[in-house]
């Protein structure tokens, strides 16, 4: 039909040629046409059906196990997020986006889609500079299921579901890697916690913990074991902010707490922040804070563990 304009007979002869590339399977094909019209349809800021078409994409290319042209086509669509943003639907496609990362598994490529996420997640108001808490989520329980504990664990720090995270941690503290360190596994993320500022996720995930596992099923102290105790006065203190009261809870507990020589510097973090505590003499301009969201991050670019040698991550902990 010469009566349409031309931009518009052009679109759907593109169209037209991805539908037979499809039809007959025939992927590089396909995933070029995709490419072109990622860039004919952004030009005419036709941004909605774009989305629409390059998610078609993405689920096409999942059926057939095309991992990679997945984890390009993502790319795209997180641009097309970019430029549309603010936007109504952005949980919605975080789910979306989330079950796509899974979907891709731990690819190489699928890191570089996954930074690219975080930072577009961030830039909603409720995301908080490391990404929106519910992509973390997801994260967490993708890389739990492939067997990354360590990872997972980066994860579940930023994701505020407490409930979640001390479940994965139950998990984790049943297997025969961490045994005898039910404590310690609970005590670093709590610690963690509290120096990125989660108090109301630290609570529930302690509590959580604490009632679920088999081998402490309990709703409040006194607990067996010495650390937990330290734990929940640690978490009831937080709200107080007595320097005092914190400095002789640390002297009393310091046996336990010397059990992993990390500990020491969250504490000292956890002082400042809630019992205003003088800051020790900077040895490098981010301390500790800057540590945990710096190894975070270092977490996301190195190469994903494979489920051999993921349990080598047990390691970390020491």
Same mark, same amino acid.
Request: hydrophobic share 35%; charged share 25%.
């Given at each position: ?171 984790? /503290?049943? $297997?025969? %890697?961490?045994? #005898?360190?039910? *404590? !310690? ?120 563990? /494979?489920? $051999?040698? %993921?349990?080598? #991550?047990?390691? *970390? !902990?020491?």
């Amino acid at each position: 039909n010469m009566s349409e304009p031309k931009s518009v007979r052009g679109v759907s002869r593109i169209v037209k040629k991805l539908n037979e590339a499809l039809e007959a399977q025939n992927y590089y094909e396909a995933h070029q046409i995709y490419r072109s019209i990622y860039y004919r349809y952004t030009a005419q800021k036709n941004y909605e059906e774009l989305l629409e078409m390059l998610h078609k994409g993405v689920n096409y290319f999942i059926g057939y196990y095309q991992k990679t042209i997945v984890a390009d086509l993502t790319s795209l669509i997180v641009d097309v997020l970019e430029k549309t943003t603010p936007r109504r639907d952005h949980d919605e496609w975080i789910k979306r986006l989330g079950g796509i990362l899974k979907e891709i598994g731990p690819i190489v490529e699928r890191e570089a889609v996954l930074t690219k996420i975080i930072k577009w997640s961030s830039s909603m108001n409720s995301g908080g500079k490391l990404g929106h808490p519910m992509v973390h989520k997801i994260m967490g329980q993708v890389m739990w299921l492939e067997n990354n504990p360590e990872q997972a664990k980066h994860h579940f720090l930023l994701s505020k579901d407490g409930e979640g995270f001390a479940q994965m941690l139950i998990q984790m /503290s049943i $297997t025969k %890697a961490y045994r #005898g360190e039910i *404590d !310690l596994i609970i005590a670093q993320v709590i610690l963690q916690q509290l120096c990125l500022k989660e108090t109301p996720t630290a609570q529930q995930t302690f509590s959580t913990y604490t009632k679920q596992h088999p081998e402490i099923l309990a709703e409040q102290p006194p607990y067996s074991l010495p650390l937990l105790n330290f734990l929940a006065f640690l978490l009831k203190l937080a709200k107080s902010g007595k320097l005092e009261s914190f400095k002789t809870l640390c002297d009393l507990y310091k046996r336990s707490t010397d059990r992993d020589p990390s500990y020491e510097k969250y504490l000292q973090k956890i002082g400042i922040l809630y019992f205003g505590a003088p800051a020790p003499p900077a040895r490098s301009n981010h301390g500790i804070f800057g540590d945990l969201v710096n190894q975070f991050f270092q977490g996301l670019e190195e190469e994903p563990t /494979s489920s $051999t040698n %993921a349990a080598g #991550g047990v390691n *970390d !902990l020491d």
